[in-house]
């Protein structure tokens, strides 16, 4: 009796409703996961915004074109940006891809190689149908219709034409919704950077996947999806990524939507915990931009174009990165809401997207003398208390002279290593690098503090630098090493070249007395089901993704006791005694911390770079400091950078307190 209702009392009825009634099916968009510090402030997140979806409907080809030119208008009226990824401009016609890609695309587009850019125009314009004689607007109507295309639309499957719409466009294309027949909005999630710039270079951009990433990807990602490119979404991107949905919408055969539901819900991606504190990262980089500014500005004394730089706080225990920062930074959500040419001129003008600290390679300079003073005392070609007298002028070799004579004309006289370090006398080291007859002691601890190998951090682009000296001097010039090279290299000139993120694992490795630890930015992976994600996975997922190699990890050093202490002591005399190279600067902090500048020639002259290491507190350490500024002119230039670090750190007050800067800059003398 049932079959009999529906079939013979009310069958016309259904089949009228049947006909005027298609079902499609759409993708609903799953959210990316959330990148937080360590206290679980939102660094990346989403928010809705509304998507333009278009389905193929019965429309003849002319009013489906109009339709599609009178959308587009609309959009550009309300400032909205639409998909465009036909290759051709006009007016002047010309192709935009070039070479390969283009030979590529006429074949895929069944275009002779020898076409034109009008030519293929034409070519688009005839096969979809389109009469409109303004090219620029037909060009519009085909950049949709190409859209269309590539991702295969039909009844049942749509294409994204615009994401992240405007209000305006939202409300108005609903309220004339009969002028759009098969036009959806759909609501996307769209990622957001909450602290703006902050913590750029860790967390990196996303943007549209590019045609060699879709090749590989097919089976996760549509044509039209973003994808981590930079930073922690690039390298954890695995993770972030959600599992899309699926919905089904109901349309009558004039293309208006009549209901719709979920058949698939959307899963979102895990939420990573990064080691870094918001606030301290926040402060970290206005210590470096502020230093940076007054260091230009001549408040040291004489002015330099500082051009950039780099400061990193870690974790001397654990190796958790709690800050890191590379100046000038960027403004990541620009390439979700779209940049504009003359942001990316200005990103690239100033390397903004270059992160000084993991793949900036430096020489060190005096902060690579505890490298040398540990090889020295562990190998026992000196002794703690071994006194040298420090005349100026090094009689051996090309005859260097110590950074102190070269600005009093007399040498620091008798020191021992400790006061050496304090004071960090050239002539020392270079009868250390006498004494031990070979660089290779030098080359070996380097190598065990970590010094050019790779670190593990998660972020792509991290540079190795360079340990290997005597290699590197055969490749550069040709010529076997010489004395006068070992002169220059225990100074931390030479081949010498290393990265900030290197130089804060080797300061925390000496502040922890010799013990290894891993570089990490990663707190916690938490999937949607709360679950979290293991150590070992995590790291395994990140050395596949980066190419990290196992053996690249540091291993506890070992050391002498006496060697540990002479060290750290010498490091202290740096910031908390009278000569000692930083004391000017660190003589009010109320803190006795631990630290070494250095001052490195380049290849440019006149152009010095600052370096400042350091560690606190002096007992029971609990960070090391990294900061290191492009000519700055002096070590001592980029110091006030990580006393106001320091004392972030430590909660000190630094409101009213002036800046002593009577401390006179130096600049070690070199070959």
Request: with cysteine; net charge negative.
């Amino acid at each position: 009796m049932q079959l009999f209702n529906l079939q013979i009392v009310n069958g016309e009825e259904y089949r009228q409703t049947s006909n005027t009634r298609l079902t499609r099916e759409s993708t609903l968009k799953a959210a990316r996961g959330d990148l937080t510090d360590r206290s679980g402030n939102k660094l990346v997140t989403t928010k809705i915004g509304y998507s333009l979806e278009i389905y193929k409907t019965k429309l003849d080809n002319k009013t489906f074109n109009q339709t599609i030119l009178k959308l587009i208008e609309l959009l550009e009226k309300n400032k909205d940006k639409y998909i465009d990824n036909f290759p051709i401009t006009v007016l002047p016609y010309k192709y935009t891809l070039q070479g390969e890609e283009l030979k590529e695309w006429k074949e895929e587009n069944k275009i002779e190689q020898n076409a034109t850019a009008e030519q293929a125009f034409a070519i688009f314009k005839e096969k979809y149908g389109i009469e409109e004689q303004d090219e620029k607007k037909a060009r519009k109507i085909i950049a949709v219709r190409y859209e269309m295309t590539r991702n295969g639309i039909s009844n049942i499957k749509p294409v994204t034409v615009s994401k992240n719409i405007s209000s305006a466009s939202v409300n108005q294309i609903e309220e004339q919704s009969a002028y759009f027949p098969g036009v959806a909005i759909t609501k996307e999630p769209v990622v957001t950077y909450p602290y703006g710039s902050l913590a750029s270079h860790i967390l990196g951009y996303i943007g549209a996947i590019s045609p060699e990433e879709y090749k590989t990807k097919k089976d996760k990602y549509d044509i039209n999806d973003i994808i981590g490119k930079t930073g922690i979404e690039y390298t954890l991107e695995d993770y972030l990524k959600g599992e899309d949905g699926t919905k089904q919408v109901e349309m009558s055969v004039d293309g208006t939507i009549t209901g719709e539901y979920t058949t698939k819900e959307a899963v979102k991606g895990a939420d990573i915990s990064l080691t870094i504190d918001a606030n301290l990262q926040q402060k970290v980089e206005k210590a470096l931009a502020d230093n940076i500014k007054k260091i230009r500005e001549g408040k040291y004394g004489k002015a330099y174009n500082a051009e950039g730089g780099a400061a990193i706080v870690m974790n001397v225990k654990t190796g958790e990165v709690l800050a890191l920062a590379s100046n000038p930074d960027y403004e990541p959500e620009l390439y979700v809401t779209g940049i504009s040419n003359e942001k990316l001129q200005e990103y690239d003008k100033g390397k903004s997207l270059y992160n000084r600290a993991i793949s900036g390679q430096y020489a060190p300079g005096s902060t690579f003398k505890m490298v040398v003073a540990t090889a020295a005392l562990e190998t026992n070609v000196i002794k703690p208390t071994t006194r040298i007298n420090d005349i100026g002028v090094y009689p051996r070799g090309y005859h260097p002279t110590c950074w102190y004579y070269s600005e009093h004309h007399y040498g620091h006289g008798y020191l021992n290593l400790q006061q050496a370090i304090q004071k960090s006398c050239n002539y020392y080291f270079y009868e250390i690098g006498y004494r031990m007859g070979s660089i290779e002691p030098v080359i070996n601890y380097a190598k065990a503090y970590g010094l050019g190998s790779l670190t593990g951090i998660e972020l792509s682009g991290e540079a190795t630098g360079t340990v290997d000296l005597v290699k590197s001097c055969l490749e550069q010039t040709g010529q076997a090493w010489q004395f006068g090279d070992t002169l220059s290299a225990v100074i931390g000139q030479s081949y010498n070249e290393y990265t900030p993120i290197q130089m804060a694992r080797y300061i925390s490795m000496i502040a922890n007395g010799g013990k290894a630890v891993d570089v990490t930015l990663i707190k916690s992976i938490t999937k949607t089901d709360g679950t979290q994600i293991s150590k070992e996975e995590i790291e395994k997922a990140v050395n596949a993704k980066l190419g990290i190699d196992e053996s690249s990890k540091v291993q506890d050093l070992n050391l002498k006791k006496e060697t540990v202490d002479t060290i750290l002591k010498g490091m202290k005399g740096v910031t908390s005694e009278y000569g000692g190279t930083a004391y000017y600067i660190f003589s009010d902090l109320g803190m006795d911390i631990g630290g070494k500048t250095g001052s490195v020639e380049t290849n440019i002259d006149g152009k010095v770079n600052g370096w400042f290491v350091g560690f606190a507190p002096y007992k029971d350490p609990e960070i090391a400091v990294v900061a290191l500024i492009e000519n700055a002119g002096s070590g001592g230039n980029t110091a006030p950078a990580a006393k106001e670090i320091i004392k972030e750190y430590f909660g000190m007050n630094s409101k009213n307190v002036e800046e002593n800067t009577s401390a006179i800059p130096s600049t070690e003398t070199v070959r």
